[in-house]
C-alpha cells in the first residue's frame, strides 16, 4: 500500500517536472512563476539559459519515470532523496533573490517535502 502510493507519488512528480519544462521552453516567461523578482524573460540571452533549465528539467523528469518503471523502490527511493536537492536549493535561491516566501516555501519547499515523504515510503517499503 504505501509503496502505491509512493509510486503515484514519484510520477506526479516526474510529470508536474516535465510538464515545467516544456511550459518554459515554450513560453520563458512562465519562468517569472520561478519567484526570482525582476527576471528578465524578455532578454534574448536570459531566454536561452531559461531553455537550458527546461531541457535539463524534462530531463530530470524522464529519469524519474524510467526509475518508475525500471528500478525497484529502494532505487528509486534513494534517487528521489537525493533529487530532493533540487527543489531545496530552488527555494534557497527563491529566498536569496529575496524573492516571495510564499513561492519559496509554498512552492519549492513543499515539493522538497514531498519528495522526502515519497523517499521515505519508498525506501521503506
Avoid at 7 to 19: H, K, P, R, S
Avoid at 31 to 54: C, M, N, Q
Amino acid at each position: 500500500m504505501l509503496t502505491t502510493i509512493a509510486d503515484v507519488l514519484t510520477g506526479l512528480i516526474g510529470v508536474a517536472v516535465i510538464v515545467m519544462g516544456v511550459s518554459a521552453f515554450l513560453a520563458p516567461q512562465a519562468a517569472a512563476g520561478f519567484g526570482i523578482p525582476e527576471t528578465p524573460t524578455e532578454d534574448h540571452a536570459f531566454r536561452a539559459w531559461l531553455s537550458v533549465k527546461a531541457v535539463r528539467d524534462i530531463a530530470a523528469g524522464v529519469f524519474i519515470l524510467i526509475l518508475l518503471v525500471g528500478a525497484t523502490p529502494h532505487l528509486l527511493g534513494w534517487f528521489m532523496l537525493a533529487a530532493a536537492g533540487i527543489p531545496i536549493g530552488d527555494a534557497l535561491i527563491v529566498l536569496r533573490s529575496n524573492g516571495p516566501k510564499a513561492t519559496a516555501y509554498g512552492v519549492h519547499a513543499a515539493t522538497a517535502a514531498v519528495m522526502l515523504v515519497t523517499s521515505a515510503l519508498l525506501l521503506a517499503g
